[in-house]
């Protein structure tokens, strides 16, 4: 059997894990959905960013994107537990976010915790605490790495 860590790295999928067809998130239910042929087969409490009612509008609104956007780039090395990268913004957003003057910001990614956490753990896993990421715990972060791949659509909605 392969390590985590080059699994993780080469971008391979363990065996006998399940892969998503779509991802949907529930902003309001903290839930993250994995779903394969329209069932649901795996579920994970997330947070969302300190805003987070309402569409993401704007670089440092705090909040979290809704609509339909793709995974992309996965990043083994990133600032928080594993990462991967959400497509927002697309053209709408960046439309809407133009019209009003504004930079939509982007950045957007699933993750883990802190690699460096300055609060306590309790917090990360009871408050909503990103600048509108969608963060899950580490070892549910190594499941949805696992059992998604590049291109995988992800709908968030409110």
């Known amino acids: 059997m392969l390590p985590l860590l080059l699994l993780l790295q080469g971008g391979l ?19 993250l959905h994995l779903v394969q042929s329209g069932e649901v087969f795996r579920t994970f409490d997330i947070a969302l960013g300190i805003r987070p009612v309402g569409d993401k509008e704007y670089e440092g609104d705090f909040r979290t994107p809704e609509g339909r956007y793709t995974l992309g780039m996965r990043n083994p090395n990133s600032e928080y537990f594993l990462s991967i990268h959400v497509s927002y913004p697309n053209r709408q957003d960046i439309r809407e976010a133009r019209a009003k003057g504004l930079d939509p910001g982007g950045a957007i990614m699933i993750h883990g915790q802190p690699n460096n956490p300055t609060r306590s753990e309790a917090y990360y896993r009871t408050q909503d605490w990103t600048n509108g990421c969608i963060a ?20 968030i909605r409110p």
């Open 13 to 31: 999928h363990a065996g006998g894990f399940p892969m998503a067809d779509s991802v949907l998130v529930d902003k309001s239910d903290r839930k």
């Open 136 to 155: 899950v715990s580490n070892s549910d972060m190594i499941d949805i790495w696992l059992m998604t791949s590049d291109n995988t659509p992800i709908e």
